[in-house]
């Protein structure tokens, strides 16, 4: 192919993960090949397998990327915003603030990027093969954004305990968007954003009770 030559493999590798994250705001998953992402950048599928190893991890590159992106989203103007609206406030209603906004955005993006969004969560490492250390990373970075929250919330709580109610409380964040995005909440979907707010003020409330109650 007479593009061959004229990248280098790591600008073929962002052209490979740019050309699947346009293709899947327009199209299915199921309907994409290797051979097509391919044909869109002009290289050879050859060239696909010689940078990424094989199909699989061209998707998983790309859904590293869209938890970059998801990052992103989550953080930008944050402060900014919850100041905004709130200020002044306690610092831990800041905290509390900024779950539930995060929350609200995490939702907002699974909204505009579907398919990439469900991409993250069904799409696993080939049998045997660990994640990237940056793909592992980046899911870690994102964890870390809610326990810094927590933290400020429960500063007695221990390391494992945050962890713990990180995970839980943004498993039911990430339920509710789930049936959201797939209409299986049999409700109107503006109702979503309360819904999330819900489930944050309901948990951290439950747990600074669960906690006040350990202290006695």
Known sequence: ????????????HDM????????????????????KVATDI?????????????????LLSVSE??????????????????????????????AQASIEL?????????NEHRVCFKLVFELSAPEGVSLSSNH???????FSLVSEQL?????????????????????????LTCLGIDGKLFTDQTALPAMLSSHVHGYLLGMTQEKDLSCC
């Open 42 to 58: 002009g290289y050879a599928p050859s060239t696909l397998i010689n940078i990424f190893g094989s199909y699989q991890q061209l």
């Open 65 to 94: 990327q869209v938890l970059i992106d998801l990052f992103e989203h989550l953080t930008s103007s944050t402060s900014d915003e919850i100041n905004h609206n709130h200020s002044p406030i306690h610092a831990t209603e800041q």
């Open 102 to 110: 995060m929350a609200h955005r995490y939702y907002q993006f699974a």
């Open 1 to 12: 192919m007479a593009r061959r030559k004229e990248h280098t493999h790591g600008e073929i």
């Open 16 to 35: 490979a993960i740019k050309s699947v994250m346009q293709y899947l705001h327009i199209a299915s998953l199921e309907s994409l090949s290797l051979r």
């Open 136 to 142: 592992q990373q980046a899911i870690d970075t994102l």
């Open 151 to 175: 933290t400020a919330l429960f500063p007695k709580a221990d390391h494992a305990e945050i962890i713990m109610m990180s995970r839980v409380l943004w498993g039911g964040i990430h339920g």
